[in-house]
């Protein structure tokens, strides 16, 4: 399936019926709290089977995955891939496999947000997206709001370090 820049791949609350392997493309996921904030909270990136919560067990998503560009998802029925993991005893390994490449994902991302200036974080995020965007600059796939919730900063001082530039 072929989704485009700004297509939604599932929504937050989605009965998880699903799984989807990210065959090439990006997302970002959003998350809408109770107060109305929205939050961008994930990337999700070629090579990834999702939701990452569902690759044991079925639940409803937890958030909302836009298109940050033309990507092609491969969906899987939630029922086939539960049956795999009970008839395929390779199957949890390349789960847990699946999964450690997250949490690596994570703790890079973490090592990130501990930069020591917004600048460096900045840069950070930059070069780590634009290898998996394929060179699109971050500006083009998230707002500066988005891109201050990932490295921890306000708007305001993305829109201050994009004017340094």
């Keep these: 399936m072929i989704v485009h820049k700004g297509e939604i791949l599932f929504r937050q609350g989605d009965?998880?019926?699903y799984l989807y392997h990210i065959?090439?493309?990006l997302f970002k996921v959003?998350?809408?709290h109770e107060n109305g904030n929205m939050v961008l909270f994930n990337i999700l990136y070629s090579g990834e089977t999702v939701?990452?919560?569902?690759?044991i067990t079925a639940?409803?998503?937890?958030g909302?995955?836009?298109?940050?560009?033309?990507?092609?998802?491969?969906?899987?029925?939630?029922?086939?891939w539960?049956?795999?993991l009970v008839e395929n005893p390779t199957k949890p390994m390349e789960i847990a496999l699946l999964l450690q490449e997250k949490l690596r994902f994570m703790q890079q991302r973490v090592d990130h947000l501990t930069a020591g200036t917004p600048a460096e974080r900045l840069e950070l995020l930059t070069e780590w997206l634009y290898d998996y965007s394929h060179g699109v600059d971050v500006t083009e796939?998230?707002?500066?709001?988005?891109?201050?919730?990932?490295?921890?900063?306000r708007r305001e001082t993305i829109n201050r370090l994009m004017r340094l530039k």
């Design 64 to 80: 909302t995955a836009i298109a940050l560009m033309q990507s092609e998802v491969e969906v899987i029925p939630a029922k086939e």
């Design 23 to 25: 065959k090439r493309g």
């Design 30 to 32: 959003t998350r809408l």
């Design 51 to 55: 939701p990452h919560h569902s690759l």
């Design 59 to 62: 639940k409803e998503t937890h």
């Design 141 to 153: 796939l998230l707002t500066q709001e988005e891109i201050g919730q990932l490295i921890g900063v």
């Design 82 to 84: 539960y049956s795999q």
């Design 15 to 17: 009965s998880g019926e």
